[in-house]
């Protein structure tokens, strides 16, 4: 064969092979995305799913990777999008969670709840998909349906602390400071360089009544952040409510009672004393519980009087007494 023949045959070998190598199909884009989520790189991952979906415009999967890829890079309202087509194509877990994060993050609380609905009926075991549903449930004032669902978050997830801060918030909301107190011990038994958790649970102990636990916690929470002025508030208040007065003596009346940041503006009221004299005139009325007829006079003793001694009538009745003393020595 001759030389310029063998020539011409490798130069359409190469036109041949050249497309084969570069032609990537929709699939193989799909993979190259997915490993480039696994190593964290959204921006090139973005790339590769628009060159899947370019390929292949049916492509479910690749919609909902890159809707997935877009909430990790904050882009919630192009993710929703994303999710959406996803979605329309055929529903998936991957698309379900995107549309439903996405909606979390764009504050739409109402259709996020129905999204992670439907997302925890089919994947059980994501503690962040219950948490964001839980916290949607606190938005919309349902706060019932918010601890249930809270308590399937720390099932799955028992080692957050603010997890367990929000649930001792949530407590706090609807009165219930024991069950608060509880949440945020377990939250600083989890962490103990939060201050905001410190504030809360110094909180809830003084909602207890125990003011000297609650201002070691304020205490804790300033020591991480000196200028957290709700801390300091706090801390004076529970000092003012924890005072103890020592009375000695007679008491004397008071502005009560004691709450928490002060005292409160009430008015002051006495205590009626009973006065017992030595004698009861008419514009004293007599009162008893035990005799219901009017009440008589008590008797009022006489006063006897006395007129003044007479020096004449003494010295006579000296000098008589001299002369019976002078005759009876006599005998």
Do not use: H
Request: proline share 5%; glycine share 6%; hydrophobic share 45%.
């Amino acid at each position: 064969m001759q030389t310029s023949a063998k020539i011409g045959i490798l130069v359409l070998i190469v036109i041949f092979l050249i497309p084969a190598v570069a032609a990537e199909d929709a699939t193989e884009w799909y993979a190259k995305a997915q490993n480039a989520v696994a190593n964290g790189d959204y921006t090139d991952a973005l790339t590769y799913y628009n060159n899947a979906i370019a390929l292949n415009p049916t492509y479910d999967t690749a919609y909902a990777g890159d809707a997935a890829a877009l909430n990790a890079l904050g882009q919630y309202s192009s993710a929703l999008t994303a999710a959406n087509q996803a979605l329309a194509i055929r529903s998936s877990p991957t698309a379900l969670g995107a549309q439903a994060d996405a909606l979390f993050y764009l504050g739409q609380y109402n259709d996020a709840i129905g999204a992670y609905v439907n997302y925890t009926a089919i994947v059980t075991n994501q503690a962040n998909a219950y948490c964001n549903l839980a916290y949607s449930y606190v938005q919309v004032n349902d706060s019932a349906q918010a601890l249930t669902t809270y308590s399937q978050c720390t099932n799955l997830d028992p080692s957050d602390p603010l997890i367990w801060n929000q649930i001792g918030l949530l407590d706090m909301s609807i009165g219930r400071n024991t069950d608060a107190l509880n949440a945020f011990n377990k939250a600083t038994s989890l962490t103990t360089t939060n201050a905001e958790i410190w504030n809360n649970k110094g909180e809830a102990l003084a909602a207890l009544g125990q003011y000297q636990d609650a201002i070691s916690c304020f205490n804790s929470a300033l020591s991480l952040n000196p200028i957290y002025t709700l801390a300091q508030e706090n801390k004076a208040a529970a000092r003012g409510k924890g005072q103890v007065v020592n009375i000695t003596g007679t008491p004397t009346p008071t502005i009560g009672p004691w709450y928490l940041g002060g005292v409160a503006p009430t008015s002051v009221t006495t205590t009626p004393v009973t006065v017992i004299n030595a004698t009861v005139t008419e514009s004293q009325p007599v009162q008893t519980n035990l005799i219901t007829e009017t009440a008589t006079k008590s008797p009022v003793a006489t006063r006897t009087t006395y007129s003044p001694l007479s020096p004449f009538a003494a010295l006579a009745g000296l000098a008589a007494a001299a002369v019976v003393l002078a005759a009876t020595g006599k005998r």
